[in-house]
């Protein structure tokens, strides 16, 4: 019998070179049984997955169908949907609309104020300035959270530099009107929902940002030619054109500006006024008042609302702009 043939008949294994110890034989099993080899390393990330992050979000989940006894203020553990009904009472209510409006206003916002930048960057910077644009982005994401928002902090109070600006050119008096109307409360710009507002903005951008111009980089160069070569003015290749062929990816960065908002506590601690957010409730009630149940039921509400934007996303193809 030829070498060839006896190498055709003994199979693969035959010509692997041979190994000794336990290292080979585990060598030679993962080789035989490539299905055991992608268990073992599957396994770890799915039972963290599985245990420690769903987990704890299905025990979260259980404890907002609780109560609160009315007169001991110890949990109730039976099934009952009144934690729920608090969530519709005038006050909760209004913590729930506020959060949401201010999560959609940041994410209008931050896309208005992204496009042109994220357009500049796609089409016209080269080189060192297209280096320089990713620089300016991201560094801001690279310096301690805390520190920019007391930072905002200093820059909107009544003797930051923001003030100093209007009063040097005599329009303080435009500041005390805005902070005069109701629905913007406060008496600085530091607390207030406008200041609010500016600093989500700005610690958010840069997730709607990069996702817009990541989109604008794969529009065709020779698609804006060929829509002013055809007549269209620079609107309507803005509305025909651009916009829809970005617009997956500003709803991607949208889906980080809406939910980082959405679930906040930090900034509207320090800048914003005595009205809650919906972090801030959670943390009242399952710190100071203790009424665990009603945190939870206010926790699974980004949950539930982000899975409604996420499927509304899904549609708009903003995952494949991921």
């Avoid at 994410?107 to 994220?118: C, G, H, L, S, W």
Wanted: net charge positive; glycine share 8%.
């Amino acid at each position: 019998m030829s070498v060839a043939a006896s190498m055709e008949r003994s199979g693969p294994a035959a010509i692997l070179p041979g190994r000794g110890g336990l290292f080979g034989a585990i060598s030679d099993t993962f080789w035989r049984r490539p299905a055991l080899l992608l268990f073992l390393m599957l396994t770890p990330p799915v039972l963290w997955l599985g245990i420690v992050y769903l987990g704890s979000l299905f025990a979260l989940l259980l404890q907002s169908f609780f109560s609160i006894d009315e007169f001991s203020g110890l949990i109730r553990y039976e099934f009952t949907l009144k934690t729920y009904r608090e969530l519709f009472q005038a006050t909760n209510l209004d913590i729930i609309l506020r959060t949401v409006v201010m999560a959609a206003a940041v994410t209008i916002a931050a896309a208005v104020v992204a496009f042109p930048i994220a357009y500049y960057a796609a089409r016209y910077a080269r080189g060192k300035w297209k280096a320089l644009f990713y620089l300016g982005v991201m560094l801001p994401l690279w310096s301690s959270y805390l520190v920019k928002v007391y930072a905002w902090k200093l820059i909107l109070a009544k003797e930051g530099i923001l003030t100093w600006l209007f009063d040097r050119i005599h329009m303080t008096w435009l500041i005390e009107a805005w902070l005069s109307l109701p629905i913007v409360g406060g008496n600085s710009l530091s607390f207030s929902f406008t200041g609010t507002f500016l600093v989500f903005l700005y610690v958010w951008l840069p997730f709607m940002i990069l996702p817009t111009q990541a989109a604008l980089e794969r529009v065709p160069g020779n698609l804006i030619e060929a829509s002013s070569d055809l007549g269209a003015s620079a609107g309507q290749t803005f509305r025909h054109v651009l916009l829809p062929l970005a617009l997956p990816g500003m709803v991607a960065g949208s889906i980080f500006t809406f939910s980082l908002t959405l679930g906040d506590y930090i900034i509207p601690q320090i800048i914003g006024t005595s009205r809650l957010f919906i972090g801030q409730a959670v943390y009242a009630h399952q710190g100071t008042a203790g009424n665990i149940p009603l945190a939870a039921a206010f926790t699974v509400v980004p949950i539930v609302v982000m899975a409604f934007y996420l499927w509304g996303a899904r549609r708009m193809g903003a995952f494949d702009a991921l």
